[in-house]
């Protein structure tokens, strides 16, 4: 190494420390994006600054939001005007730039990505390192590392931006091949249309849909278990693809071995790649997402302040969704009155949100949500007037729960679901208790629905 070259890495330490008071930095944040940058190389009139590697699709978040800083004080601490470059070193001799992306947007319509889903903005902490380096390992290679890769975690947490995150990288990196999300409604709508069509031709144009593609990103598997057509449909798309070498990634709230009623071939096929587990993120993971979400409103009077993100960060204990919509509140405060929140207005804001000693009540409105998430419908469909067979029984499955584990009236129940008199619930009720006791499978399910509910 050349002497600037040393001298400009010892130096490098004090120009990141001047960039943390420049920008007024909480330790969170500089330890989470400024610390672990190194000083890389000087060359042709450029300042290079190496990332981590594990770091490497931050890179485009980090020159929008810290290039400038970083060209003001490089350019004071050394007194030359440099221009400066963020880079991976990968290994001593491949420099990994980052991608212009934005020549892509058709292509990421046509695979159903979410623009805001990607690896730039995804926060990594110790909950999810590994899902990270293996949802990044599979966007390098797709098909041919860790391939099906199946990622689980409780609702909330991060998969499903995950998720997208690898069809992003794939088609910015990889833009001739073909990249298809979806969900497991979506994609158990395909099967449906396709089976009431009645006709070869319709299912022909199901199997071109997802048996042509390079990469097959499937969310909430969990869904389709037990819908026996749709999970005939999967298993075979499933071993076409992964027989011709596409990469598949599929997300679910819980492993193969713990999913009720899979059958075999379905977790030894899930079990052929590698299984990556999302847990709740501790506090600075938690902190860390806020900070990047306050980003947009730095220097604004909506920027929320350090003791309500800690605040935030300390008693939303639940998953991110709930941490966004916590800070999203806040914001939303802040705008009605026209002013920057005090801990005691964010505390007064948040009290339907935050509970820090306190259990959570249950209630007829949590148990819809939660029995719609098990069968793979919407929260609407219980309380709506539909009678088809998959809405009728998670309705009664309610009915029962509600009686269960409220102590709600049945005149109650019925007003909740939009029922005319209680014998419609008290006829519901008494259906499932007699499938309890007469089916053990379908037991277990109730009592998986309800570990959902109380956890505890």
């Known amino acids: 190494m050349s002497q600037v070259n040393q001298d400009y890495s010892l130096l490098f330490e004090n120009i990141k420390q001047k960039v943390c008071d420049e920008m007024q930095l909480s330790i969170v944040a500089f330890q989470t994006w400024i610390e672990p940058m190194k000083f890389y190389k000087v060359e042709d009139d450029t300042f290079y600054i190496e990332i981590p590697s594990e770091k490497a699709q931050l890179i485009n978040y980090l020159t929008k939001n810290y290039k400038d800083i970083f060209h003001v004080c490089i350019s004071d601490a050394t007194d030359h005007d440099y221009k400066v470059k963020f880079i991976i070193k990968k290994d001593e001799d491949n420099l990994i730039p980052s991608v212009n992306s934005s020549t892509n947007t058709d292509l990421y319509k046509q695979a159903n990505l979410v623009s805001k889903y990607t690896f730039e903005n995804f926060v990594v902490g110790s909950n999810n390192s590994f899902a990270h380096s293996a949802a990044l390992a599979v966007a390098e290679n797709p098909g041919e590392d860790f391939n099906p890769l ?49 006709n070869s031709s319709a299912m022909n144009r199901l199997r071109d849909k997802y048996r042509t593609v390079d990469v097959l990103l499937i ?127 964010a505390e007064e804001g948040l009290k339907d949100i935050i509970f820090p000693n306190a259990p959570k009540m249950v209630t007829p409105q949590i148990i819809i949500q939660v029995v719609a998430d098990h069968y793979g419908i919407r929260a609407e469909d219980i309380t709506s007037k539909k009678r088809t067979a998959e809405i009728v029984v998670p309705r009664q499955v309610v009915m029962y729960l509600c009686r269960e584990l409220t102590d709600i009236s049945l005149k109650n129940i019925a007003k909740v679901l939009d029922k005319k008199d209680h014998s419609t619930i ?13 089916n ?17």
């Open 219 to 345: 969310d909430d598997i969990q869904f389709i278990i037990g819908k026996e057509s749709t999970q005939e449909e999967f298993f075979h798309t499933f071993n076409t693809l992964y027989n011709k070498g596409k990469a598949i990634i599929i997300s679910s709230d819980k492993p193969p071995k713990q999913m009720e009623t899979l059958d075999e071939r379905y977790t030894s096929r899930f079990g052929q790649g590698l299984q990556a587990d999302i847990q709740p993120p501790g506090y600075e993971t938690k902190a860390a997402i806020l900070l990047m979400l306050n980003e947009n409103y730095k220097n604004t009077i909506y920027a929320v302040p350090q003791d309500v993100i800690e605040y935030i960060a300390t008693n939303v204990n639940s998953n991110i969704r709930d941490l966004e919509g916590a800070f999203n509140k806040i914001i939303y405060i802040e705008k009605l009155n026209k002013k920057t929140i005090t801990l005691e207005m």
């Open 440 to 456: 053990s499978d379908f037991a277990a399910q109730i009592n998986v629905i309800k570990k959902k509910i109380t956890p505890s």
């Open 150 to 198: 199946f990622i689980y975690g409780e609702s909330g947490l991060g998969k499903t931006h995950l998720m997208h995150s690898i069809g992003h990288y794939i088609i910015d990196h990889y833009p001739d091949k073909k990249v298809l999300y979806v969900d497991s409604e979506i994609f158990t709508n395909d099967v449906i249309e396709g089976i009431r069509s009645g």
């Open 426 to 438: 008290i006829n519901g009720i008494t259906k499932i208790q007699d499938e309890i006791n007469n």
